[in-house]
């Protein structure tokens, strides 16, 4: 593949840079000037579009979640000789991939659990990733990697059997529903309706037992009407307020006033009661 751009003077403070239908206006100044790109911050910028195109090239091949990527690139320059000495960069990848679970792990827990950082993770591609790619000779074999199962190549054999039992990707409550868990850089968050909680009478926790779950009750149509970290404290003080508001607008369901020992249920309530 062939490239050509072309460059010509503006005037005694910059010039125009031209390729197909694009263009860029260079900082030629010799005092220099805010509103444009000099030779060194072009050539950064360049090093930056290489690594984000990268990463472009690969999220489908990988079937990654993005939000976002960053490059920050920094440079140093010596004047004479003119050269540039160092340049150094940070590439920031902003994913709700599933090693937040192993990241919540490491920040409650620490050591042996490993850091899954961005950093880290590229540090140590070699360990959690390569033995996945070993024997592949086409790049769309690449989307069928499980990167939840690469993940757990990080950890000691006996740290994969406790992932499960430590961070859950799932709890089930009293209704008898499973319900997943969302893990956030906030903390883990339980979304489930309000009825399904009746008779529980401790919050959910992970980490073993260090971390307590944040619990979003909804209402019948999946609304939240109350959030807590503390399910008992609910009950007693918050529970009476929400019932008043939720036995008007969902009559057909059942709000008892005690919910301690009240059956936890999915359905509304049966017919003529």
């Known amino acids: 593949m062939d490239y050509r751009i072309s460059a010509r003077r503006i005037d005694g403070h910059g010039a125009l840079a031209l390729t197909g239908d694009a263009e860029i206006t260079l900082d030629t100044d010799p005092a220099g000037r805010r509103d444009a790109f000099n030779p060194v911050e072009l050539l950064l910028a360049a090093l930056a579009a290489c690594m984000i195109k990268g990463a ?4 489908p091949l990988l079937s990654f979640d993005l939000r976002g990527v960053e ?3 920094t440079a140093t320059r010596r004047d004479a000789p003119p050269k540039l000495t160092a340049i150094t960069y940070a590439l920031v990848v902003d994913s709700p991939e599933s090693d937040q679970r192993l990241d919540l792990l490491h920040r409650v827990l620490g050591d042996p659990w490993p850091a899954v950082d961005d950093e880290a993770l590229l540090a140590g591609l070699d360990v959690w990733l390569a033995p996945w790619c070993a024997g592949m000779r086409r790049l769309d074999r690449l989307k069928k990697i499980d990167l939840d199962q690469a993940l757990r190549g990080l950890l000691l054999w006996n740290l994969a059997r406790q992932l499960d039992e430590l961070a859950p990707t799932h709890v089930t409550v009293p209704s008898g529903s499973r319900i997943a868990l969302d893990y956030t850089a906030e903390g883990v968050v339980l979304a489930v309706k309000l009825q399904e909680m009746f008779g529980a ?3 959910p ?3 073993g037992g260090r971390v307590a779950v944040t619990i ?3 209402s019948p149509a999946r609304r939240p009407v109350a959030v807590t970290r503390d399910l008992p404290s609910f009950w007693n003080h918050g529970y009476g307020e929400v019932r008043k508001d939720l036995r008007g607008r969902y009559p057909k369901h059942p709000w008892p006033e005690d ?3 009240a059956p936890a249920t999915r359905r509304t309530k049966p017919s003529g009661t």
């Open 56 to 59: 472009e090239r690969m999220i």
């Open 71 to 73: 490059a920050t690139l």
């Open 201 to 203: 009478s401790q919050t």
């Open 205 to 207: 926790t992970v980490a």
């Open 216 to 218: 979003h009750l909804l």
């Open 259 to 261: 919910p301690w020992s």
